[in-house]
């Protein structure tokens, strides 16, 4: 209650400071209004049942408030809109062609009185429902060649049905659709991305506009807003030189021997050595991992503790020669020296650990001091990443989808939620695991428990359900990577009803073949722009470019920025801005920042 007590307040302000015209305008803030009224009444029907109602209306309504708040989630919710037409096409087709080859199967593998004839249409063609989800399924490989084998078994030539089906459906079709959600969603983004440009610039003008409306006082002393307009004009160009990212010059050392040793600290060859020692100390965990791996009472040993010590002495000689070359903030200017550092003080304080807690089990067995170096250590091998170029870019690239696609990931999470409350309200408790597992352990199952084999039960899918949120969503996600994601329907159809398979075919449209192209579809866009501006790059240069990225500079080179006269016609035709009808011809005259 206290956070809808927030949202309503926010709405009240947000409706009294647009006043009530914009506000009949506003389709975000009219479903504003709608969901806080929903979830009011929502809330207090609960109250009155005690909480204890099973259906909770309100619940689907959440996202609502996280989606409205990001103006990138709307847009990107616009290009979805927009691409739809294009991609309900393609999936009007998809079925098109699932439904003609279904029909073409049930005329194939028909009931025939040999019933060793009859292990296709039992196991995959027995009715319409059965043969739709059998090719659906095939059409994202998870069930082959599963599907064919007993067709396959009984003629060769049955191969040809199965192999038409997937090259259409799955190397044309599916394939066609990325590239089509790519150019449409790319397209309508990159307008998107136009028109927030554009609106950005007219709303720093008119910032600016405002700003200068009041000329100096009479007696020569400047006003307020002149002085505010001094100041942020000084902000921003000390913003923009902030944004470009330098390191601080090297110390200065006046004996030769420590210009000799800073030189030498310095030099690129040190970082190599460096990358090699920690490909060479992986190597010697997997070495004495596999050796030590056949027993568990061998593993308390000092070879790998003695290995260890000697390559982690290596790693504070080497930060520490790096803080002598570059200086205590040259060496921290450095997102690499940063995280080698940090990992080397982690490692010496695990060694430390390993001299005091040893053959305290007590407390922590040598062994468990051993893991956790060892898996530092592997992290470490990340080092390597900056200095191989195609390797940075591809790095820098994921880096900058977790930067700057916050808004796909939301909307992602919001689909995840509508998704996972509707199917706890569907199938809540639907499948009960059998007494035994609960009761004891897996070792004591008895024969008596027999399942078919490729089924819910025979894979043990169990805590694979809708019984709670968390258990919800990693249900969805394994039906959004297709692997085996046939048990699930296969079981929920036979627990619940036929036409739970909407429900998941559903999720499987709108994560596995909308969204996941849609990723694709960025990761492509992100990609492709890194790769035109680095590829005459060095290695150097990639981590500048790092800097440089965004979700509007990935179309800089389509985007046209608005004139200075288009703003000013604009800005004095804008309803709520009333200003001079002549454009302020000093402020034409200035160079723009």
């Known amino acids: 209650m206290v956070c809808l007590l927030i949202f309503s307040l926010d709405l009240a302000t947000k409706s009294y400071l647009i006043g009530w015209d914009e506000f009949r305008k506003n389709k975000w803030l009219l479903g504003y209004t709608v969901v806080i009224t929903v979830s009011m009444i929502d809330w207090v029907l ?3 049942m005690v909480c204890d109602e099973r259906l909770r209306v309100r619940r689907l309504f959440r ?32 079925a098109l062609h699932l439904c003609l080859f279904t029909m073409l199967g049930m005329l194939l593998f028909v009931k025939t009185e040999d019933p060793s004839k009859n292990r296709e249409w039992e196991s995959h063609f027995r009715g319409l429902p059965n043969s739709l989800t059998s090719l659906l399924v095939l059409l994202t490989t998870a069930n082959n060649p599963d599907v064919m084998i007993p067709a396959y078994s009984m003629n060769r030539a049955y191969f040809i049905f199965f192999m038409l089906f997937s090259v259409i459906g799955t190397y044309c079709l599916m394939n066609l659709l990325t590239a089509i959600i790519y150019n449409q969603f790319r397209g309508y983004l990159l307008m998107s991305v136009q028109t ?9 003008r008119a910032a600016f506009e405002v700003l200068n409306c009041r000329r100096e006082q009479p007696n020569g002393e400047k006003s307020h807003c002149r002085i505010f307009n001094e100041f942020i004009c000084k902000l921003w160009c000390k913003i923009s030189i902030w944004s470009i990212t330098k390191h601080p010059p090297l ?10 040793l800073q030189r030498a600290f310095s030099h690129y060859a040190l970082t ?11 190597i010697c965990i997997c070495v004495s991992s596999t050796l030590t791996s056949k027993s568990t009472t061998e593993r308390d040993n000092f070879y790998m503790e003695i290995i260890n010590l000697l390559f982690i002495l290596y790693y504070l000689c080497e930060m520490s020669a790096k803080l002598f070359a570059f200086g205590w903030k040259g060496y921290f200017s450095y997102r690499n020296n940063v995280f080698d550092g940090l990992l080397t003080v982690l490692l010496l304080c695990l060694q430390i650990s390993m001299f005091v807690f040893y053959k305290r089990h007590d407390v922590i067995s040598l062994w468990e001091l051993v893991r956790m170096i060892n898996m530092l250590i592997v992290f470490r091998l990340l080092r390597i990443i900056p200095d191989i170029k195609l390797m940075a870019l591809v790095a820098s690239t994921l880096m900058d989808l977790v930067k700057n696609l916050r808004a796909f990931a939301g909307i992602l999470v919001v689909v995840y939620y509508v998704f996972a409350v509707i199917g706890i309200w569907l199938f809540e408790g639907a499948i009960k695991p059998p007494p035994i597992l609960s009761n004891s352990t897996m070792e004591n199952i008895t024969t008596n428990f027999s399942v078919i084999c490729g089924t819910y039960e025979q894979l043990e899918y169990w805590p694979n359900n809708f019984d709670d949120f968390a258990a919800a969503i990693i249900l969805l996600y394994d039906v959004m990577i297709v692997n085996n994601w046939q048990a ?9 009803t036929e036409w739970s398979k909407i429900y998941f075919v559903g999720w499987w449209l709108v994560s596995s073949v909308m969204w996941v192209n849609l990723f694709v579809a960025l990761i492509l866009e992100n990609f492709i722009y890194k790769w035109d501006r680095s590829h005459s790059c060095s290695v150097i240069d990639v981590e500048r470019i790092r800097y440089e990225t965004s979700v509007q500079l990935m179309f800089k080179g389509q985007i046209q920025e608005p004139t200075e ?29």
């Open 251 to 260: 110390p200065e050392y006046h004996s030769p021997v420590f210009q000799t």
């Open 488 to 496: 699930f329907i296969e079981a929920y159809s036979r627990y619940t």
């Open 272 to 282: 190599v050595i460096g990358n090699a020692v920690a490909l060479a100390n992986v």
């Open 46 to 48: 609960s109250v009155s």
């Open 63 to 94: 996202p609502f408030f996280l989606l409205q708040n990001s103006s990138l989630m709307k847009k990107t919710l616009k290009c979805i809109k927009r691409t739809l037409p294009e991609i309900a096409s393609v999936i009007l087709l998809l």
């Open 565 to 593: 006269e288009e703003l000013l016609c604009q800005l004095h035709q804008h309803p709520h801005l009333h200003l001079d009808q002549e454009p302020n011809q000093s402020l034409l005259a200035q160079p723009r920042p």
């Open 196 to 204: 927030s440009i554009i609106r950005r610039r007219l709303g720093i």
